[in-house]
């Protein structure tokens, strides 16, 4: 069954410093993919996508996310957190059949 | 420029009770899905349209209903209301040619007690 995995549950991490998080995919062909956020009490914001061509997306917010294909990865990036950087996010990923599969969700807390 | 509109925010339902949530989108994409957001389990997809006056379920559409008659509208019926389906409802759209590409509404919060 095609299905996505976030490992982490919940990050912590102090502002200006870098983070990242996990996502894993599985089935065999190569899906669309993207990294939503949401803030508490909000909707979800698209942060980027990956459809093909460059394995490295720049997305909004100061977010950059590496597709690798021989690790069903797609992991989501930010040199420098800032405290609004604090939310939930969800990667997410489609086969073609214009439906969306998520992750569990990852869950980040921006210390001062 | 509104996007995706979802009303109500917020309800509180007695079991058994019905309702219906109202999703609109103002951007004419011909596709329409509704998930549920639980916590620890991401969002899920309940139904999902391709296009006006057809439908199709998802991953959990039990105890569900939903109606497209017309392109912007695509509505979510709850006919008999159980406490397991508390939870924080999204309604999101998508076009044919970016059909991957997902916009979200704002969520409802709906409580079955």
């Known amino acids: 069954a095609q299905s996505v995995t976030q490992p982490d549950i919940h990050i912590t991490v102090s502002e200006g410093a870098s983070l990242e998080l996990r996502c894993n995919y599985s089935y065999g062909a190569t899906p669309y993919l993207f990294w939503y956020v949401q803030s508490p009490g909000q909707g979800l914001q698209l942060l980027l996508k990956y459809f093909s061509g460059d394995t490295l997306v720049q997305g909004i917010k100061g977010f950059e996310a590496e597709f690798k294909r021989s690790q069903s990865s797609f992991n989501l990036r930010k040199p420098s957190v800032h405290w609004s950087d604090a939310a939930e996010y969800f990667c997410a990923v489609s086969w073609g059949d214009y439906k969306l599969s998520f992750g569990a969700g990852t869950t980040v807390t921006v210390r001062a | 420029n509104a996007g995706v509109t979802q009303t109500p925010k917020f309800r509180v339902l007695k079991t058994g009770q019905s309702m219906t949530l109202l999703c609109a989108q103002d951007m004419n994409h011909e596709y329409m899905y509704w998930y549920r957001q639980d916590p620890g389990m991401g969002l899920r997809l309940i139904h999902y349209?391709?296009?006006?006056?057809?439908?199709a379920k998802g991953e959990v559409p039990d105890g569900y209903n939903v109606s497209r008659l017309k392109k912007q509208n695509f509505l979510l019926g709850l006919e008999s209301a159980a406490p397991s389906q508390t939870s924080v409802y999204f309604c999101?759209?998508?076009?044919?040619?970016?059909?991957?590409?997902?916009?979200f509404g704002q969520g409802t919060r709906l409580t079955v007690v």
């Open positions: 999101a759209s998508s076009s044919r040619s970016r059909k991957d590409e997902a916009f």
């Open positions: 349209s391709v296009g006006e006056g057809t439908t």
